[in-house]
T-cell receptor, first 112, second 110 residues
Framework: GAGVSQSPSNKVTEKGKDVELRCDPISGHTALYWYRQSLGQGLEFLIYFQGNSAPDKSGLPSDRFSAERTGGSVSTLTIQRTQQEDSAVYLC??????????FGPGTRLTVT | GQQVMQIPQYQHVQEGEDFTTYCNSSTTLSNIQWYKQRPGGHPVFLIQLVKSGEVKKQKRLTFQFGEAKKNSSLHITATQTTDVGTYFCAGDNAGNMLTFGGGTRLMVKP
């Protein structure tokens, strides 16, 4: 079966522009997570969606970051007015009730 | 909030040597998971430990969960170049949310 997919795989944008990153989770997975990983660093939690519950946004670094999950499936992470420090790989993961997370290949964002 | 610390951050070994990474949580966990991320790749699930004192093996990899369910270790016997990557532990405190450790980056010299 299909795994978690993310698009685009790479995104280069100019400082100040807005970007949208997309995540397609595994079908039937109720939980969806966004993480950020800077080069050579660990996973920084951003936001967590579980079913129809209100998302846990506690990891979002600023109000320039937002995320939606439409219809309990696809999710979009939006970064407004991008800054150079936003450059990183953005990873999406999904899970069922077993809590094991399946990661997508990530979107590498470069802000110039 | 819950914190998960992992040591060491980096480890260089000669091929054939053993390797261990340690994970400690500030709170008691319902389970702990381990992931491996190859260079340029994304994290891939390795194993989940649930019971106090649990030990699981996958070929040359041995995973342990502490009696207090607050610490864990991953031991690799006789490392190979294919073991290169970053190993992350992730603690679950029963909320379906994982808190990831900072990872241990393993480098193996052939």
């Amino acid at each position: 079966g299909a795994g978690v997919s993310q698009s685009p795989s790479n995104k280069v944008t100019e400082k100040g522009k807005d970007v949208e990153l997309r995540c397609d989770p595994i079908s039937g997975h109720t939980a969806l997570y966004w993480y950020r990983q800077s080069l050579g660093q660990g996973l920084e939690f951003l936001i967590y969606f579980q079913g129809n519950s209100a998302p846990d946004k506690s990891g979002l670094p600023s109000d320039r970051f937002s995320a939606e999950r439409t219809g309990g499936s696809v999710s979009t992470l939006t970064i407004q007015r991008t800054q150079q420090e936003d450059s990183a790989v953005y990873l999406c993961a999904s899970s069922s009730t077993s809590s094991e997370q399946y990661f997508g290949p990530g979107t590498r964002l470069t802000v110039t | 909030g819950q914190q998960v610390m992992q040591i060491p951050q980096y480890q260089h070994v000669q091929e054939g040597e053993d390797f261990t990474t340690y994970c400690n949580s500030s709170t008691t966990l319902s389970n702990i998971q381990w992931y491996k991320q190859r260079p340029g790749g994304h994290p891939v699930f390795l194993i989940q430990l649930v019971k106090s004192g649990e030990v699981k093996k996958q070929k040359r990899l041995t995973f342990q969960f502490g009696e207090a369910k607050k610490n864990s270790s991953l031991h690799i016997t006789a490392t190979q170049t294919t073991d290169v990557g970053t190993y992350f532990c992730a603690g679950d405190n029963a909320g379906n949310m994982l808190t990831f450790g900072g990872g241990t980056r393993l480098m193996v010299k052939p």
